[in-house]
């Protein structure tokens, strides 16, 4: 663009990608696997479609000096997709689009108490797309084993066993990338060279990944051993002819969804100061606010661990919650570095400060609003069924004290670097001390003393520019 005061940037370009797994995956005999109760059955890895993404994008930079400041403005846009998605998936033929723009203003230098000053103001918002992984995408298949006969015998060549095995398909296609909305927004003002700056930004991901429990039901027949005759016995055993009940249990598995939303809000601070005079230190401060919420917006599935009849309960509870966490924090960062440039030397001593953390857990509800019977049935929740044998263990045993803030209080930790740079710069050694001296006091948590403990580490450094 023609004039002096005004510059602008484009960027415009594709990319393809091509990533392919060749590898024979896990080994293992299926029938001696690597432990009891496995899953899972053999599956080479060159059987997964490659991950094949192609994207375009597009950026603008445009630049404005003017009597009244100057203007920064970037903008542009992303579009992303796999290309090697199948008819049956929701993501097949989609393109993602994440446009983004950041914009900034610089007033005109004044003196403000006899100082040369600044001040920049900036913004900017923009979206990002994560897509799935292949293992999200194409997982394994799920197979479920129900154990019919068991048969042991003294000569192991009469030994048998008699398994019920149902395959489950764990591949969810409605599954689509996570989304994640920023936005931020910065003051940066310095006055004689002592420069501050203040950042406060909002970040949303409402489409995360998350596993998600399902339940069904599956019949096996349970063959009665006591009718074989281990004395009569010429070879193993068959099933043929055994008497046997037919039996219903419920198995799970996951697989991959949309359900869980992640929130991150936050200040960011920044203090550097001019060095002082004589001794040549300067003094530098940082440190950030944090705070991020964590929700599972889907239904939760809960099966009792309690075992009745020589079984495991056949019931599942489902909970319409929204399950989730908060965890905060805050610190700072105080930096002293001196320089002595006659001896080649560089001290600096730093503080780091944490002056809390806390995290609590959301509460939910103890009572299911349905459930999964054996025979694959859902039902809803009734007060009546508290009172049955097995749907009470439905009620789950949720303390109020689990959902109590738990609060870390102040700790900080003392650092020493010294820097000698050697042979006309061209070689810096370094030694350093992180931890060298700690405050790190016990506190109390639900009942509980909690200690701390820091290990000192020392450390030599050495970097050479050629």
Known sequence: MPGNKVHNTLLVGADWNLDKNLGRGQIFDPYTPVYTGVSSRQRRLSDIPANRRLS???????????????????????????????????????????????????????????KATTIRVSGGVGQHTKMPTMEQLFPDMLYLDFIQLNYYHDNPDYRCINVMTYVRNPRNTALEPARNLKWEVAADLSIGGNRMSVTLFREKMSSGFRSQAHYDSYTYRQYDASAIDGEALTAKPTVADLPYTETSELGGYSNYTNGSMTLKEGVEYTFESVRVPVVNTRLTINGAYFRTTYNNSMEDAYRPSQVL????????????????????????????????????????????????????????????????????????????????????YLVRENSPSNFEKNRVPFSMNLNFKVTKKLFNDHVNVAMFCTRLWDYTPEYESRGATIRRHVTPYFGHEMNIRI
Request: glycine letters at 6%; proline letters at 4%.
């Open 56 to 114: 375009a994008y597009a950026e603008e930079q445009l630049r404005i000096h003017t009597a009244l400041g100057s203007i920064e403005v970037t903008a542009g846009a992303r579009a992303a997709m796999l290309t090697n998605m199948t008819d049956e998936y929701v993501m097949n033929g989609k393109v993602y689009l994440d446009p983004r723009a950041n914009a900034g203003y610089t007033f005109p230098r004044f003196t403000l108490l006899g």
């Open 309 to 392: 009849d020589n079984k495991q309960i056949q019931y599942v509870g489902l909970y319409d919650n929204n399950d989730g966490s908060v965890r905060e924090s805050f610190n700072s960062n105080f930096t002293f570095d001196t320089s002595v440039p006659a001896l080649k030397l560089g001290f600096s001593v730093s503080a780091q400060c944490l002056w809390f953390t806390t995290s609590q857990r959301k509460e939910v509800s103890n009572y299911p609003v349905r459930y999964i019977a054996p025979d694959g049935v859902t039902h809803p929740w009734t007060d009546e069924c508290e009172g049955d044998a097995f749907l009470r």
